[in-house]
T-cell receptor, first 110, second 117 residues
Framework: QKEVEQNSGPLSVPEGAIASLNCTYSDRGSQSFFWYRQYSGKSPELIMSIYSNGDKEDGRFTAQLNKASQYVSLLIRDSQPSDSATYLCAVGGSNYKLTFGKGTLLTVNP | GAGVSQSPSNKVTEKGKDVELRCDPISGHTALYWYRQSLGQGLEFLIYFQGNSAPDKSGLPSDRFSAERTGGSVSTLTIQRTQQEDSAVYLC???????????????FGNGTRLTVT
């Protein structure tokens, strides 16, 4: 059973701080890693994808991947109240199935 | 262009009734997925269609669930003899190809919220 684990939170940070979201996965054969943001009552939207070890930066978002530790994280710099949402980690193997974590609820306080 | 379209957005049905949920993917997307999201839970994979290949139905929770995709485009998810545990948001997503390819992310529809009373 392939598993993706996330801390359910809620994670609460003040506006302007760095929010750090973490995810671990069980399948060592996993090849693709994604972070989705889901606002309450809305569908998930892709915010970051990462495929190789290291960091990938896009604006205020940085995804970090460590395949040896089976760990992927998302850092949000200068957090804004509009970043308040549930963040879903998704992991893909050599086939087409994405396995999602249960998500971490992030609250950014003004 | 238009995104993934799902209908209805909400469906309330009585236990034991059959329901049909519709998904219209983004034009040109060959891959189509159905996921289910229960309250406070992650997304549960249900079924995958890719082009004209046989679908992967391995995620369907019981034989009351079935899905088809006509003409490589619109998909219908059917739940027969609905049960209360079927209550969830059913999400459809499409992608240009298999998501594991670069630049082929999943695009989700807004979902159908199913409530079985």
């Amino acid at each position: 059973q392939k598993e993706v684990e996330q801390n359910s939170g809620p994670l609460s940070v003040p506006e302007g701080a760095i929010a750090s979201l973490n995810c671990t996965y069980s399948d060592r054969g996993s090849q693709s890693f994604f972070w989705y943001r889901q606002y309450s009552g809305k569908s998930p939207e892709l915010i970051m994808s990462i495929y190789s070890n290291g960091d990938k930066e896009d604006g205020r978002f940085t995804a970090q991947l460590n395949k040896a530790s089976q760990y992927v994280s998302l850092l949000i710099r200068d957090s804004q109240p509009s970043d308040s949402a549930t963040y879903l980690c998704a992991v893909g193997g050599s086939n087409y199935k994405l396995t999602f974590g249960k998500g971490t609820l992030l609250t950014v306080n003004p | 262009g238009a995104g993934v379209s799902q209908s209805p957005s909400n469906k309330v049905t009585e236990k034991g009734k059959d329901v049909e949920l519709r998904c219209d993917p983004i034009s040109g997307h060959t891959a189509l997925y159905w996921y289910r999201q229960s309250l406070g839970q992650g997304l549960e994979f249900l079924i995958y269609f890719q082009g004209n290949s046989a679908p992967d139905k391995s995620g369907l929770p019981s034989d009351r669930f079935s899905a088809e995709r006509t003409g490589g485009s619109v998909s219908t998810l059917t739940i027969q003899r609905t049960q209360q545990e079927d209550s969830a948001v059913y999400l459809c997503a499409s992608s240009v190809g298999a998501f594991s390819s670069y630049n082929s992310p999943l695009h989700f529809g807004n979902g159908t919220r199913l409530t079985v009373t």
